[in-house]
């Protein structure tokens, strides 16, 4: 199913230095990215991120350094990526508490990836984020920018999961193994797991002996292999989520409304809610093993006394309207400011703070038996049988 | 200063069938070990594992079952070893109170002497303990037995330790990586690290993920750089130290004395003390983080109220007499039976046994400032100063 076994055996080329591949780069680009786009960009990649994915600040400030240095982001659509493109996603692994802190290198990404192409003697040909948030949708670009590489419009979550098996290239018969994890220092770490959950938990330790955060490399997939697992699109749709949240502002029109006009026209209509709108009144939280775990209770604005309880692992996992669930993985569950709309991470909320939390129900493909099994409640062990968003509010 | 750099570059051939290999099995053999040796072998080498090293009785029978199965062992000395000789060591890192309930599997090991071969493009021609000790002295042999390769009669510690970093091939510059990790599953994980304890830690984090004890294969040196680091005849030595214990006891001599003359008539003689002789009053022992970490609090027969107490971590570390120190790593501190003068390991102390604690003092090699630096008091935060043990006893 990867491309793990057509390119064993054929030896390294010179990976040290890269240079922009203008063989690869001729592909028909439907994503353009300015810098001013970038604002609105990592806001709806925070969106999607569902409370995880990292500070889309930090990811921002990496790609406008990327940009400004004049790398140029390359952002192929799906259907232009060629059957036997060799695709790798880049991902930061580890607890986005750790990421605001230890700031990515892109160094430590060139590590890997040079160690990914040395290890199947062949070189990427394109990038895929593993998930949307605000960090790990943007370092694909900036690795992207940096070595002259295609970055492709879609990936492995149309969302963030805390881990690195929870992504529909492995429900769908992808290979997670082998995953080079490499730090700031020079250390490398290779993971070759008999099965998706082992390469998490080994990558995992090694994430956190790394001090809690981590450059990955994994999932080596051929084009084809993208085509038939990846959730397509998902970063013209971040990118129109937070100009959707910005124009709504600056016109002075509800932010939210104005959201869900924007997706319930998409090709395909994707159910949203609003699930609850009140303020914090408690955030509990803990940076443990590898990941920060905790849940936040509102309670609604006026004397109703309703709560709501969100429960999180970087990223958001079930509401409850008081004891009731309400929405529940693989569905987004966001919480954002309730007058701008601005998407709110777990690492970022505060007692006090007044939020609307919204529910925006996945695709089919992130729906199936396989996907549930992976993703889904029983995934984080949650007794919850998955009932849809829109079933449920 | 390893092979490394010399076998890059050359591709892999066949790994995947091992065939005795006449070519280097033609060194002259130095030590012959038969079925009706074991006993003393793994008794010696318990007693050199200073209470660590993992249970000799566990190690003793992997390789009955490897030598009643034809194996057959092939061990040289460090002089017959050929300079351009390609020399791995092989282990179980982890808990030894772990291993006696997780056993060391063979093709475990075989899995990640393959990963090695395959990484280097060479097949390894030899085989070397990476210290001595119950299960540790003894997987090399088995290993070495099921491959047709011979093993060096020499190792790494010259004893036991707890961390892998805390050997002579790493304190007279051979380089820990890569090491290759595998489990009974067959997962498989590499560690490339900057130095030799960050190989150390990303190795322990895995081991630990793995179930607290894995295989491991490291420290790829040439015969060159092995002649000028490891510890000589460590397996004569183990074999001779358990013979001698046997010995004494059928002729009905004090066993420790019959040590103390043997140890002494070595080519160069060891410095020996009793160092208590007394009850085993109070035993602290927990697995914490891939270690067997403890303390043993001893007392004086008789109305004395004389105490010893010994810090372990999976070995033992320092030896205080009513609080005063009277041994201290590197120099070996071994609990034996009272009467039979059988070598305790750690996770097997109890309430109540009667013991003698020997001191062993440990050659040169290990004694300069570098060894100390890597595996003197201060490597295990103890804030003793080093004193040789005939200086404190």
Redesign the interface.
């Given at each position: 199913m990867t491309v793990e076994h057509e390119a064993r055996g054929k030896?390294a080329m010179n990976t040290k230095t890269h240079q922009p591949r203008e063989d690869v780069a001729a592909a028909k680009k439907t994503l353009s990215l300015s810098l001013d786009d970038l604002p609105d960009f990592v806001r709806g990649a925070a969106f999607m991120g569902t409370g995880g994915g990292g500070d889309p600040y930090v990811g921002r400030l990496v790609l406008i350094n990327e940009m400004v240095n004049g790398g140029k982001l390359d952002i192929i659509s799906l259907d232009d990526l060629a059957d036997d493109a060799f695709v790798m996603p880049v991902a930061m692994m580890g607890a986005p508490t750790v990421m605001t802190e230890k700031m990515p290198s892109v160094a430590a990404f060139e590590a890997a990836l040079s160690a990914a192409e040395e290890y199947f003697g062949r070189r990427v040909t394109a990038l895929i984020p593993l998930e949307v948030g605000g960090i790990n949708s943007v370092m694909p670009l900036v690795l992207g920018a940096r070595l002259g590489l295609p970055v492709v419009d879609a990936d492995g979550m149309g969302r963030a999961f805390p881990e690195i098996q929870m992504v529909t290239f492995g429900v769908y018969g992808c290979n997670i193994s082998p995953i080079f994890i490499t730090n700031e220092?020079?250390?490398?770490?290779?993971?070759?797991?008999?099965n998706n959950k082992?390469g998490e938990?080994?990558a995992?330790?090694?994430v956190?002996?790394?001090g809690g955060a981590a450059h990955i490399v994994c999932y080596p997939m051929s084009g084809r292999d993208v085509k038939k697992t990846a959730i397509a699109d998902t970063l013209t749709l971040a990118l129109t989520i937070g100009r959707t949240i910005r124009l709504a502002r600056e016109q002075s029109i509800d932010p939210v409304q104005s959201l869900f006009d924007h997706l319930a026209n998409q090709p395909v209509p994707r159910p949203t809610r609003i699930l609850f709108d009140g303020k914090i009144i408690d955030v509990r939280r803990e940076t443990k093993g590898g990941f920060n775990i905790g849940r936040i209770i509102m309670e609604e604005i006026g004397q109703s006394g309703c709560r709501c309880e969100v429960e999180f692992q970087n990223e958001n996992l079930i509401a409850r309207r008081d004891g009731a669930v309400i929405a529940m993985v693989p569905d987004l569950i966001t919480i954002i400011d309730r007058e701008t709309a601005e998407p709110l991470t777990t690492e970022s909320l505060k007692y006090g703070q007044r939020v609307k939390v919204i529910g925006l129900g996945v695709p089919d493909i992130m729906r199936s038996p396989e996907a549930l099994a992976t993703f889904g409640p029983g995934a984080f062990n949650l007794n919850e049988e998955y009932i849809p968003l829109e079933l449920l509010a």
């Open positions: 030896k220092k020079g250390d490398l770490v290779t993971v070759k797991a008999l082992d938990d080994l995992r330790s090694v956190v002996r790394m």
